[in-house]
């Protein structure tokens, strides 16, 4: 019904930088919000940053003033730009979207696959 594409993971140097993008597609109606978390081997997925349609924002606190989150409503796409990064940053990256399908009366949650972020020297 809905496909996520995620892409922009990759290894970069402490103090690099990385821009994640994700685009939805498929029987969508609107998007109320979307978002990254992460997850690295035993550890819980956390949430990275979120945005909703109306722009409002939410950061994790170990990101803020280093991550920006952005959206293009237009295109169904969410942005993560990351400055700064920090080893601790490395982990798999999931595109998360909360999405009406045409129709719908409830939001329904859809995940990307992934990508890869590592950050070493």
């Known amino acids: 019904q809905v496909q996520l594409v995620e892409s922009g993971g990759g290894l970069v140097q402490p103090g690099g930088s990385l821009r994640l993008s994700c685009a939805a597609s498929?029987?969508?109606?609107?998007?109320?919000?979307m978002g990254w978390y992460r997850q690295t081997p035993g550890k819980q997925r956390e949430l990275v940053a979120a945005?909703?349609?109306?722009?409002?924002?939410n950061y994790a606190d170990s990101v803020k003033g280093r991550f920006t989150i952005s959206r293009d409503n237009a295109k169904n796409t969410v942005f993560l730009q990351m400055n700064s990064l920090k080893p601790e940053d490395t982990a798999v990256y999931y595109c998360?979207?909360?999405?009406?399908?045409?129709?719908?009366?409830?939001?329904?949650?859809?995940w990307g696959q992934g990508t890869q972020v590592t950050v070493s020297s």
């Open positions: 998360n979207a909360e999405i009406i399908p045409p129709g719908g009366v409830v939001v329904l949650d859809y």
């Open positions: 498929g029987s969508i109606f609107s998007i109320s919000a």
């Open positions: 945005i909703t349609s109306g722009g409002r924002t």
